[in-house]
């Protein structure tokens, strides 16, 4: 591996072909050895993910612009290429998204019994779609990738998931499908646009990044990239479709759900919604504010009074993804670091909580709270790791939660003290139904005989959890060593916007026109 090269292969390229290249190969094995093709699915993820990491590596954070880009003429006359790239911000969610497949896969092992090769084959292709959404910077090509993704997770839901997966999975595909038609109406707009301003076609983002839109034009297209991306975040009130699937979905699923997925609706923003239609976003900044705080609130209280512990963790989804979407729409450095990060962060502490709700799922096939209690005395290993996960999902100082809520609310307050004061008791809202849910499952007495001779985490298990926890815990400590990757497409988006604030000055509130970009947020971070 030489430069950004793989095997000769630009790096991007093979991070997001060499899952379904491995997927074709497990094709091969026979079925009924399934150790042979689980053990050959997690290779395949563990090599995707050592590749990945020349992109932290070797990505320049002082450097402006993509990265890593590769670019070739697809269909000229129609002006599609292929083009890939990767900033600061969609680095890091291909690393995560790598991270996240690998211990995915390896948390199926004992967890799914049927169907052992189409599953893991599913899950590949999963990852290359995901991969592609991440790394490319050509409209067209962006869409067959959103696309592509939803198949496999709808396969993942209606094949693998639980007694009303069927419900579920229509109901995820129905929700999603909906929003991306809205995105291909606005994503042919930009390209007739743009060929009315400069007599070329083209789905170049780069390209469109320029063309000039009328402001009406801009509020129409804004809505219909934001509707589709708000419905994958999910944010309030488009969050219906999120507890089903991730009740229904096997443990794996749900990992990826909530750490990949979601995340996209969050980068949907940050790549598209945001920087091609600044004006509109500006405009409609009070607007997604206030579903944010309510999504946070709402998400917590619900959760507060969840029966099943893994549709908590599903609701707790939907709180804290509001503090990601609030971080992004206060315009400063702090709050929109803060809510990349959160995201991240996010992906992390809730991918730790549902791969321990599978563990006791496998262990018991309940994931009622009340089946629980006591566990703590028969699985202290898993209680410890239990532990990690439940109090970084709550924002503990020292880990990672902590610093990215900390930016977000730093942020909202320098635009808005009254936000910031109604979404800082979400963090207290969170502290409340997770300790509680965990105080209920793993202490005091075993009442439930079922409990007394659980067997406690395994060592594969233990592998499970534990890179997760280690990064948890990097980011908690150090976090600068991920929010010095963001400083630069932090800046760059800012800049963008700041370019058309004056339009904000006739928006309903005034804050974030009016608040300073301030320091880089690994400065503030310090």
């Not at 400069?198 to 839109?213: K, Q, R």
């Not at 096997?250 to 997925?261: D, F, H, M, Q, Y």
């Not at 730790?352 to 566990?375: C, D, K, N, P, Q």
């Amino acid at each position: 591996m030489t430069g950004d090269t793989i095997l000769g292969v630009p790096i991007l390229t093979f991070l997001t072909f060499f899952p379904t290249v491995g997927a074709l190969l497990i094709l091969l094995l026979p079925s009924s050895k399934p150790r042979t093709v689980r053990v050959g699915a997690f290779l395949v993820s563990l090599i995707t993910f050592a590749a990945s990491i020349p992109l932290f590596t070797l990505f320049d954070s002082t450097q402006h612009g993509m990265q890593f880009v590769e670019q070739a003429t697809w269909v000229p006359g129609m002006g599609i290429s292929y083009h890939l790239g990767v900033d600061g911000i969609s680095m890091l969610l291909i690393l995560l998204t790598t991270l996240l497949t690998a211990v995915s896969i390896l948390s199926s092992f004992s967890a799914i019994t049927s169907r052992v090769k189409a599953y893991m084959v599913t899950f590949l292709l999963l990852e290359t779609g995901m991969i592609g959404v991440f790394a490319s910077l050509d409209l067209f090509l962006f869409y067959i990738f959103w696309e592509v993704m939803l198949i496999p997770m709808y396969l993942l839901i209606g094949v693998w998931g639980g007694p009303r997966r069927i419900y579920a999975a229509v109901k995820f595909i129905l929700y999603t499908v909906a929003g991306s038609l809205l995105m291909l109406v606005g994503i042919l707009y930009l390209y007739y646009a743009h060929h009315q301003v400069t007599g070329a076609y083209t789905f170049d983002l780069l390209a469109l990044y320029d063309t000039p839109l009328s402001q009406q034009a801009q509020l129409w297209m804004f809505g219909a990239f934001a509707l589709a991306f708000a419905i994958k975040v999910p944010m309030f009130p488009f969050h219906t479709w999120l507890p089903d699937a991730h009740v229904e979905a096997p443990t794996a699923g749900s990992v990826i759900l909530a750490g990949v997925l979601l995340k996209m609706g969050v980068y949907g923003f940050l790549r598209f919604a945001m920087p091609l239609f600044p004006d509109a976003a500006l405009a409609y900044t009070p607007w997604i504010v206030g579903l944010a705080v309510i999504g946070i609130v709402y998400g917590a209280l619900v959760a507060m009074v969840q029966k099943d512990v893994k549709k908590l963790v599903a609701y707790s989804s939907v709180s804290h993804l509001g503090f990601v979407m609030l971080g992004l729409f206060v315009w400063n450095t702090q709050g929109l670091a803060g809510g990349i990060l959160q995201s991240i962060n996010h992906g992390l502490s809730t991918g730790a909580l549902f791969l321990a709700v599978g563990i006791l799922y496998e262990r018991r096939h309940t994931r009622e709270i009340s089946e629980f209690g006591g566990l703590a005395a028969t699985l202290p290993w898993f209680a410890a790791l239990f532990m990690i996960a439940c109090l970084s999902s709550i924002g503990l100082p020292g880990l990672n939660g902590f610093i990215g809520e900390f930016l977000v609310l730093l942020g909202a307050f320098r635009a808005w003290p009254v936000v910031s004061a109604i979404a800082a008791l979400g963090v207290i809202l969170a502290a409340i139904y997770i300790l509680w849910m965990y105080q209920r499952v793993m202490f005091g007495p075993i009442t439930n005989d079922k409990n007394r001779a659980l067997p406690d985490i395994s060592k594969r298990e233990f592998w499970t959890l534990a890179p997760v926890i280690l990064f948890i815990i990097w980011i908690g400590v150090y976090p600068n060593t991920f929010l010095r990757k963001l400083d630069v497409s932090v800046s760059e988006l800012l800049a963008r916007a700041q370019a058309h604030t004056i339009s904000m000055r006739t928006a309903p509130l005034r804050g974030p026109a009016a608040a300073p970009a301030a320091v880089p947020a690994s400065e503030e971070g310090r």
